[in-house]
């Protein structure tokens, strides 16, 4: 019960990653607020939903009001909500490019503005920022994507110094999956999938499972010391 008594906010928790990481935050003990635009794939004891558009900044505040108000405090908030619009360059059109930036980059920004001062508050919390391999290496056809997956990497080493500079224990980290199987990869065809498990040292792609399982050391006390840092779950990838 590693998260036991604590409240945690997932977004895009209603599907792939999130629902990983909601359902096993709510088996070790904690209260979990799935935060989605979209509808709830599966039902879980201790994992309430909420209807959310992250790159909506007033329904970003009234949630925030919304879960203050019932649960009293927030300890855990994990900005996972992303998109891709992949393209190459030269056929990137500019509503793809912002598109990603509203929700991956800004998105992230729109609830830590609230969450991030509040922990400073109630004396310690942990905020994961979900990044990705693309963000650390680059990637073909990914511009768009990797611009907000790096400069989500970027806000968290800022907020691990902003949000810890009056002593408060509130620490800030990324994780850095690989590709792993959920939705999102849907659209990437079957023989690349095939070539992204090669790359990898254990020669699969990842499950939802192991990064939630990530998601939670930083979540908890387990990592109590670790801040500022971004974590790659990516079965010893290189792109
Ligand atoms: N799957 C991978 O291989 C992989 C690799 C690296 C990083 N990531 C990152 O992990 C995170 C989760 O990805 P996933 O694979 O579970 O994808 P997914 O598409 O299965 O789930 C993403 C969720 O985010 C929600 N969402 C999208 N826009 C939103 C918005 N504006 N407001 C609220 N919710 C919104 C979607 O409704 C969806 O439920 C993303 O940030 C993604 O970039 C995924």
Request: hydrophobic content about 40%; some cysteine; charged content about 20%.
């Amino acid at each position: 019960m590693r998260l036991k008594n604590k409240v945690a906010i997932v977004t895009g928790g209603s599907r792939g990653l999130g629902q990983a990481m909601a359902e096993l935050f709510a088996a070790e003990g904690a209260k979990v607020i799935a935060v989605d635009m979209g509808d709830m794939v599966y039902e879980c004891a201790n994992v309430e939903y909420y209807k959310l558009n992250v790159t909506d900044r007033d329904a970003c505040k009234s949630f925030y009001d919304w879960a203050i108000a019932k649960y009293g405090q927030i300890d855990v908030l994990v900005n996972n909500a992303g998109v891709t619009r992949d393209s190459m360059t030269r056929k990137m059109t500019d509503e793809m490019f912002d598109f990603v930036l509203d929700v991956n980059l800004k998105g992230v920004f729109n609830l830590t503005r609230y969450i991030g001062p509040q922990m400073e508050e109630i004396g310690g919390g942990s905020i994961i920022n979900i990044s990705s391999v693309v963000g650390v290496f680059g990637n073909i056809g990914q511009a768009n994507y990797a611009a907000t997956k790096s400069g989500v990497i970027g806000m968290t080493k800022s907020w691990a110094k902003e949000f810890a500079r009056k002593g408060v224990p509130v620490r800030v980290n990324a994780l850095a999956p690989g590709y792993t199987m959920t939705d999102m990869m849907k659209t990437v065809p079957e023989d690349l999938l095939k070539q992204f498990a090669g790359q990898t040292m254990l020669k699969r792609l990842g499950e939802p499972e192991d990064i939630a399982k990530a998601t939670l050391f930083l979540a908890s006390d387990d990592s109590s010391y670790v801040t500022g840092h971004v974590l790659e779950v990516t079965g010893g990838m290189r792109l």
